[in-house]
């Protein structure tokens, strides 16, 4: 579901090449010390436009909720492509691209586009009989869990009774009562509360994620890090399905987004390095369910630039293998298929979002003195990577430290 503050690194360059970025330039705005190079336009032009840019998506959005919208329709064929194209990537033991992630991901894809989980399968063995296998290394994080309990749930499984695990239980024992939140990380946090059986949701677990809303209307991975789409998207969905989403955050997250719309109609991971960027299928398809989720029509005039959308552009990152690639199909040597933006797309190219079936079942209360919870990842401090976003020349080891902490989603899922 996207990738982290570093993964399009790739395709950006980056302030260690002595080039000012656009994000640089806003924190000069608040008397920051920055480093590199003036851009040919100063920073309170760059803070006034993306005021304006703000203020006329909020008008357009605002509008766009009136009215009742439906979903758009389902792209079958590619989808179906896509899905073969996975099964190729589908090992004996029935993990997908030999990645518990990229597993639990196709278990959701496969719901959401009407095909039986059951029916993927190499040598007798099914993506589930995959996730039984390796259950014991699937309950590390409230992150793990609740992408496991999504795909438990996917598949119609009891999540209290999975290959000897109660998942519920286990989830439950991630939750910090004082706080609310299941992990610090937000974005695993989300995933967490998407996990819980309808109803569920502690009060306090929405009034933590809602909270963490930046001011720019955005949610950001962790503390220090900004907002971006991918994040934002996931905690949209969350809080819909917790029913902890009101008006202003929803009219200030659905603005946010309009603002990282692309040429292209699709979405970037967030400000780019060297505007004006591009948009990215991983960011595209979390995009597309955040909006379905909260009633709006990807495919709307109020979500296009011209004849071009989010549903559109998702399509151009399809190889005639039918796999996705992060790159378009001839935009390099090694552009390729990936597993990553192959599954992150099957939800959205089913018109459908997160979760794409309820988890059933009772949520425990509490969790057994006996049981030792997982271990979230302590919070960056002052001195860590999480700090970059608050700092103007950080040193390369740190800077180094966040690219490698996030290249890719299934990396920053697993260390929360």
């Known amino acids: 579901m996207g990738r982290s503050p570093a993964a399009t690194i790739r395709s950006q360059e980056t302030c260690l090449s002595g080039t000012t970025t656009l994000f640089e330039a806003e924190r000069e705005v608040l008397g920051i010390f920055t480093i590199g190079l003036q ?23 605002a509008a766009a909720t009136t009215f009742s919208v439906s979903a758009f329709t389902p792209q079958t064929t590619a989808a179906t492509h896509a899905i073969a194209w996975l099964h190729t990537q589908q090992g004996s033991d029935g993990t997908i691209a ?8 196709t278990m959701w894809g496969l719901a959401a586009n009407g095909v039986s989980v059951a029916s993927l399968s190499t040598n007798g063995k099914t993506t589930v009989d995959s996730l039984r296998s390796h259950i014991a290394t699937e309950e590390k994080t409230a992150g793990n869990i609740g992408s496991l309990v999504l795909a438990v749930a996917a ?19 991630t939750y910090d009562s004082s706080t609310g939140a299941y992990n610090t990380q937000l ?26 809303q930046q001011t720019d209307g955005g949610w950001e991975f962790q503390a220090g890090f900004g907002s971006d789409t991918n994040t934002t998207a996931l905690v949209l969905m969350a809080l819909v399905a917790a029913d902890g989403l009101d008006v202003t955050a929803k009219e200030k997250a659905l603005a946010y987004l309009k603002l990282h719309q692309k040429p292209s109609g699709g979405f970037e991971y967030a400000t780019p390095f060297t505007p004006p960027g591009d948009s990215d299928p991983d960011s595209d398809a979390a995009v597309i369910e955040a909006l379905l989720a909260t009633g709006q029509d990807p495919t709307a005039a109020a ?10 552009d998702l399509l151009t990152f399809q190889y005639p293998n039918g ?10 040597t090694t552009a390729a298929a990936d597993a990553f933006s192959t599954t992150q797309a099957l939800p959205a190219l089913a018109s459908k979002y997160l979760p794409v079936k309820r988890t059933t079942g009772v949520m425990p209360s509490a969790c057994p003195a006996s049981s030792t919870p997982p271990q979230p990842t302590p919070t960056p401090t002052s001195s860590g990577t999480g700090q970059l976003a608050q700092t103007g020349s950080p040193p390369l080891a740190l800077f180094l430290g966040l690219v490698f902490v996030g290249l890719g989603w299934r990396l920053r899922r697993r260390v929360a």
């Open 39 to 61: 851009l040919p336009i100063t920073a309170l032009e760059v803070h006034m436009n993306r005021l304006i840019m703000a203020s006329a998506s909020a008008v357009v959005l």
């Open 98 to 105: 030999g990645d518990a992630s990229r597993t639990e991901e």
């Open 155 to 173: 598949a119609g499984l009891d999540s209290r009774n999975f290959a000897g695990h109660d998942l519920l239980q286990d989830l439950q024992c």
């Open 187 to 212: 974005f695993n946090d989300a995933l967490a509360v998407l996990a819980l059986p309808a109803g569920a949701a502690p009060p306090k677990a929405t009034q933590f994620l809602a909270s963490r």
């Open 303 to 312: 979500w296009s630039v011209g004849e071009k959308n989010a549903v559109i």
């Open 323 to 332: 796999g996705l690639g992060f790159a378009r199909p001839g935009s390099s």
